[in-house]
């Protein structure tokens, strides 16, 4: 069509409609199989309800539309685990049967039950599967997962026009290779985000795409860190070769008021929270399609109500829910096993200013079962320490996300929820100065709290929980009037700084030149968390063992009482008279209140995003 003479020619438009989903973590349905109890703020199946109605939607209004997936979709429920012998196809992929997905890319954590495991998953796959910036190392090693692919969709209302052409690639984390441990490093080489990003979005506009969609499993980076590329979405997001952006990894919500970007970015959250919508207008011309525009947004499953209990906005899918209903079942029944026994409640509620009694247990279960093992090695004459850090601590999960175990008998849920992570036991010799440099670095999770002062949040919520070690053997004070000495990037920003103090093993200040073995989990001996600090520490021969099997056998009685379970808890924040700070935590806290010393704290009640809220008088 053209219009009077000298005007522009008109070009056809048309619309697509990009449905994402993102870190998944196997919560494919409504439910908390550590709790045992529905869970209306999760859950695929009521993504899959908002998936129905945004796709009905598209076609009412004569939309294209597609439906990808950005990455750990595998680990993370129990309803994910690997179980040999388990029939048909693994839950993760019968899903996305049946929801239909157009394409999936991978992130780290499903990379967690190694390559062998990943493939069988893949075989049963609806989609393409990507990652574009993982290769074998060797030409006979077969790749479960494409580098790139192509979709091609028609645009309603633009009849005789070629469809539009979607060129997809998918990056992760390069140090995926390191957290998940020497089998995959001796089978896979890594490639940057952003380098990986521009070459393949460059050869895929020369194979004839008109987009580019970057499913993008890295997320925004905390400060200006020498590690950027982990998290590395502004960076790929400002590449001129690609037309839209799925983030993750970092469980953040995005489009939101704190980031801007050019072109249409969008981070569906966690766990089925959120279900992720771009559209990008479109124009046809002598080039072919193009963009003309473009927006992202976001349709959560649940809201918080006043009280801090999740309000589901939709409803489960039913025919999701019926096809999941074996899987579903079969999970329930393995994690309602017997285990064991507990005469204590364990939970992680105080776990950043008070004793953790669950983290406790699997300190000791670590080192019970490295004992023997370390018998008749050089190693055996070292003290045994053993380190620990939360697995579930609220953040970016949500104000429900905590460990919260009666006492009384336990099942295998109660285990799983202990060591909510598939990572192997390692152990490693280190010295008193790289011990000390440790446990500076974990306590960077916290604020700088000003003398005298009141009201400052207690954690810095930047920084992720699951980095905060506590190695049990030692005592020792935290000192919070001092800055950080680490940034969450591992670098030394303040060189004079020391946070912690008075530490000690058996009542003697720890030298620097003293050296102890230690146990502790794969992914922070591999490197996770940027505890650069450990790169030159000893690891120490170890036959694989999972932790969630040694705390297993640790409550079953099958391994020994170990002496660090009657060691005193090895930390305290250093008094300040007349300071306090905020410590921001689950509303199943309040049950568990006069566990803590008498005016230690006083409750504020409830914060944002359903979180509640204790002062507590430092």
Partial sequence: MTGGAGAPETRPAGVLRVLATTDLHCNLLSHDYYADRPD?????????SLIRRARAEAAE??????????GDGLQGSPLGDIVPGAPGP??????????????????????????????????????????SNLTAVQAEIDLPFANTAVLERQIPGCPG??????????????????????????????????????????????????????????????????????????????LPGIDAVVGGHTHLTLPGPEHAFAKP????????????VISLELEYGDAGWRPAGGSASLRPVAQTGRSGAAVPLTEEEPSFTRALAADHARTLERMRQPAGYSPVA???????????????????????????????????????????????FGGRSGPHYYTDIAAGELCARNIADLQVFPNELRVVAVTGAQLREW?????????????????TLLADPQRAGH???????????????????YSASGECINPSAQRILDLSWNGRSVAPEQRFAVAANSYRVSGGGSFRMLHAAEELPLAPMRIRQAVRDYIAGQLPADPLAEAPYPWQLAPMPGTSAVAVTGPGAAAHLDELPAGLAEPRGFGSGGFWEIELNL
């Avoid at 969008?266 to 992720?276: F, I, K, N, Q, Y």
Wanted: aromatic share 6%.
């Fill in 40 to 48: 209306p703020a999760i859950g695929l199946s009521r993504v899959a």
């Fill in 61 to 70: 209004q004569g939309a294209a539309c597609i439906l990808v997936d950005n």
């Fill in 90 to 131: 693994h839950p993760l992929a019968r899903a996305f049967q049946v929801l239909e997905y157009d394409a999936a890319g991978l992130g780290n954590h499903d990379f967690d039950f190694g390559l062998a495991a990943l493939a069988g998953v893949l075989r049963d796959m609806p989609c393409p599967v990507l990652c």
């Fill in 161 to 238: 026009l070629p469809p539009v052409r979607i060129g997809l690639l998918s990056v992760l984390p390069p140090q995926t290779l390191i957290w998940c441990g020497r089998a995959l490093e001796v089978q896979l080489a890594a490639t940057g985000i952003v380098e990986t990003a521009e070459g393949e979005a460059r050869r895929l506009r020369e194979q004839g795409c008109d987009l580019v969609l970057a499913l993008a499993h890295t997320g925004i980076a905390a400060g200006t860190g020498a590690d950027s590329s982990e998290n590395a979405l502004e960076q790929l997001a400002a």
């Fill in 265 to 276: 970015v969008v981070m569906p959250g966690a766990h089925g929270s959120h279900l992720g």
């Fill in 346 to 392: 364990m939970h992680s509620y105080f776990t950043f200013f008070a004793p953790d009694r669950g983290l406790a247990l699997v300190a000791s279960a670590q080192a019970a079962a490295v004992r023997p093992l370390l018998r008749g090695t050089a190693a055996e004459a070292l003290p045994l320490l053993s380190a620990a850090a939360p697995c579930k």
């Fill in 439 to 455: 446990l500076e670095m974990s306590a960077g999770l916290f604020n700088r709290i000003a003398p005298g002062s009141r009201g």
């Fill in 467 to 485: 980095h905060f070690d506590v190695i049990f053997g030692l005592t020792y004070q935290i000192c919070l009037s001092q800055p950080p000495r």
